[in-house]
Each structure stands twice: as structure tokens, then as C-alpha cells.
DNA sequence: CGGCTTTGACCAGCGC
DNA sequence: GCGCTGGTCAAAGCCG
């Protein structure tokens, strides 16, 4: 669970921040199945937490054009921050925001303005605990980070993320 | 002037 | 078949 990092932080030629290092402790594919579970199972069971089942179907394999119904794999992860923009060193640019069920704070939709990287993410305060963030990433990134690797350290130190067997949030 | 945010409209998928 | 909800688009405005 080391090496997981990679999947969120194609460190290709950057150096992997010690930083990033400790961000891969959440383990995007632990966290992508637990994440689900640790939703606000009571709120609406319809998180959009997880279709790690579906992804990597083999049967599309043999071509990504027709990725129609084919849902990338999320990678959803609950933060602990007091603002909603996580700046995890990459450029983001808001392509939307929806009012959603059960939450009083919009979700805000965000796309990686990288040429040729349509990596996005959604972003969505809980009504529960604003002070809970739920970040989904779609996608990965094929390119370096922009921001120097030490703005990391910053972000993590202000936020706070919950691995699958630390504790389930109850809402 | 360029890039980004805002915001309403539009569209597709899903459940009833 | 219809209505609801989520996700995206695109025009307009704002800001550096």
C-alpha cells in the first residue's frame, strides 16, 4: 500500500513529495472501496462513491472509444478542511455546481485544464459537518504536478483524512 | 486581454 | 411514460 500513490500522483519525473507519500497512506483503492461505506449511508445511500466495480472492464478493453456507459473509477475521499478547494498542486478550472439532495451546499464539478488531461473532480461540503469535505477525483492525471511538491505539506497539514478502518462517520 | 467563475439551461439515466 | 436528479455546456461577467 506504498506504491498505491502512484495511481493519484503520477510522480513521473517530479519526485514524490514525502508529503504525497503520506497521502498514499489512504490507499486510493482502499479508500475507493471503503469510502462508500463510511458515506452518509443515512442520508441517501446514493453517494456517488464508487464504481470501482464496473471500471477496468475487461470487455472495453479492446476499445475506449465506446466508453459510453463505462464509468471511470472514483476515487472518493472524505477531508477534514475549512476550505472547500484542497489545492493538491494541480490546476483546476469549475465547469459547474448543483445543489444536490440532502446537502445544503452545492457540489462544485471541476475539470483539469492541463491540455489533453480530463481528469475531474467533484467537490462536496456534508451538511452534517461542514467541516467535512468529500473530494471525488475521476480519472488520472498524465502529467506532473504544477506547484512546487512542498505546498503539500501545507495542505495536509490542514487536513485530515479518514482511512476506512479509523473511524465511520456517522450522519 | 486572457483565464476563470458563475449560473441557468439542457440532457441523459434511473426509479416509480 | 413521467418526473426527478445528477452531470455538463455555454454565455456572460469578473478579476488579475
Redesign the pocket.
Known amino acids: 500500500m506504498e506504491n498505491h500513490y502512484q495511481k493519484f500522483f503520477p510522480a513521473s519525473s517530479s519526485p514524490v513529495p514525502s508529503a504525497a507519500a503520506a497521502a498514499a497512506t489512504y490507499d486510493p483503492f482502499t479508500a475507493n472501496t471503503l469510502v462508500p461505506n463510511t458515506r452518509q449511508a443515512s442520508n441517501n445511500g ?1 453517494f ?1 462513491g464508487s464504481e470501482s466495480d464496473d471500471q477496468l472492464k475487461p470487455s472495453a478493453e479492446d476499445d475506449k472509444n465506446k466508453e ?2 463505462v464509468r471511470k473509477p472514483r476515487y472518493a475521499f472524505q477531508t477534514r478542511s475549512r476550505v472547500d478547494i484542497l489545492d493538491d498542486g494541480y ?11 440532502n446537502n445544503k451546499f452545492p ?3 471541476y475539470r483539469c ?1 492541463h491540455k489533453g488531461c480530463s481528469v ?1 473532480k ?1 467537490v462536496q461540503r456534508l451538511t452534517k459537518d461542514e467541516s467535512l469535505v468529500v473530494t471525488t477525483y475521476e480519472g488520472m492525471h498524465n502529467h506532473p504536478i504544477d506547484k512546487a511538491a512542498d505546498n503539500f505539506e501545507h495542505i495536509l497539514s490542514q487536513m485530515h483524512i479518514y482511512t476506512p478502518f479509523s473511524k465511520p462517520i456517522h450522519l
Do not use: I
Not at 478550472?93 to 445543489?99: D, I, N, P, T, V
Open positions: 446514493k456517488v459510453k456507459k490546476r483546476w478550472r469549475k465547469y459547474g455546481q448543483k445543489a444536490v439532495k457540489r462544485g464539478y485544464t475531474k467533484q
